[in-house]
Structures are given as structure tokens and as C-alpha cells.
């Protein structure tokens, strides 16, 4: 499946950075179902990183800061004093929930083989296509999605208007935006996340997102 990646000198770092693509991932699932936003640009960047096999480290892996600005944003509030809404209470649930498949996912052994094929059949695609949001890359990736993640539990349960959850091109976008959280919960883990740890470091990654935000332009 993912490649382990060995994490930066500064591990608190990687890991500000691998929370912020989860909740990136929560964002996105949240415009589409909500709003019937596209994720444009974000939805290439997200599946890199669902193929980054070799990335050398997290932040390569993830892609650039610019596109975690708005869930960097997000994090320190979050972590600080909590969802203060029913949106973000539901981004929350998103991230919790796909944090938890990544434990599942790196236990099962038929999961995260399935999570492989999927990874090669959509690389293999997007090199006779040569664009990584091509319809078909999506719907083999949201398939993969499905079939290696949809036994797990926690099911993560998506709100929204039925006209775009019934959507078969936006529901493939979902799923696939679902699986590049959960890459980016398996990253926070390999960088020492954890949910009592990060309760306690609080602070320290709020610190993180702030510097971070301000080096992202």
C-alpha cells in the first residue's frame, strides 16, 4: 500500500501538516455535498497524494501549503475551542472518522491490498490519459474506496442534498477525496499521531498552523 515515509526532523511539523490534510479532505467533501462545489485544482492535488508511493516526506506527499491554507486556517480554532457550529461539528465527524479507518485500514491486510491494486490501476490510467482528474481515474479510485474502506468501520455517513449525493460523478468525487483523508490520517500516524497526543499538543499544533499559514504564499 503506502509506502512508510520517514518523517522530517520536526515531527509535531508533519504531523500540523497531515491533520490539515485530513480536515482538507472534510472541506471538500463538505463543498460537494453541501453545495455541489467542484474542488477544481485540490481534487489533482488530493489524488497525488493518494499515488505518492515514494514521496521522500510529508509535506511532498500532501502537496503544497497554499493548498492547505484553508483547513490550516480552520485547525487552530478547532483544536482550540472546538467545532463552534453545525458545519464544522459535521467537518469534525468527517476527520474523526477518517482518522479511525487509517488504524482499520493499516490492520487488514485484505483492505490495504486492495488499497495497492487500486493505486496501480489508477497510475496506470492516468498514463494513458495523462490527467489525473480523468473521469475514469476517479470512478476506479472511488471504487477502490468502496471496496477496501466500505467494510470498515466507522461508516462515514455523508450529509447533504440528495441531488448531489445521487450525483454518480460528484458521489465518485466523495470517494475519493474520502480516500485521500485517509491517506493523510495514515501519514499523521506514521509522524506519531495520536488522538490522547494530540488533545495534550494542542497548543503547540495551533503554534504550527499559524507559522505554517504565514510562510504559504
Not at 6 to 20: E, S, V, Y
Amino acid at each position: 500500500m503506502w509506502n512508510f515515509l520517514i518523517p522530517g526532523p520536526d515531527r509535531r511539523r508533519d504531523r500540523t501538516l497531515a491533520l490539515a490534510g485530513i480536515l482538507r479532505s472534510a472541506l471538500l467533501v463538505q463543498d460537494i455535498a453541501r453545495n455541489g462545489e467542484q474542488p477544481g485544482a485540490l481534487l489533482a492535488i488530493c489524488i497525488h497524494s493518494i499515488l505518492a508511493l515514494e514521496s521522500p516526506d510529508i509535506r511532498e506527499a500532501l502537496g503544497n501549503i497554499q493548498s492547505l491554507r484553508q483547513p490550516l486556517a480552520l485547525l487552530c480554532p478547532l483544536l482550540q475551542r472546538g467545532p463552534a457550529n453545525a458545519q464544522e461539528a459535521e467537518l469534525l465527524r468527517y476527520t474523526m472518522a477518517m482518522n479511525s479507518l487509517s488504524k482499520r485500514l493499516l490492520k487488514n491486510v485484505a483492505a490495504a491490498r486492495r488499497v495497492q491494486e487500486g493505486i496501480q490501476q489508477a497510475q496506470r490510467q492516468i498514463q494513458h490519459f495523462g490527467d489525473t482528474t480523468q473521469s475514469s481515474v476517479i470512478a476506479g479510485l472511488a471504487q477502490t474506496y468502496t471496496e477496501a474502506i466500505g467494510s470498515l468501520r466507522p461508516r462515514i455517513i455523508v450529509s447533504g442534498e440528495s441531488r448531489f449525493l445521487s450525483d454518480p460523478d460528484d458521489a465518485a468525487r466523495i470517494r475519493t477525496l474520502l480516500l485521500s483523508g485517509i491517506r493523510a490520517a495514515v501519514l499523521w500516524r506514521q509522524a506519531g499521531g495520536h488522538i490522547p497526543g494530540s488533545l495534550l499538543e494542542r497548543r503547540s499544533l495551533c503554534q504550527e498552523a499559524e507559522e505554517l499559514l504565514a510562510h504559504a504564499d
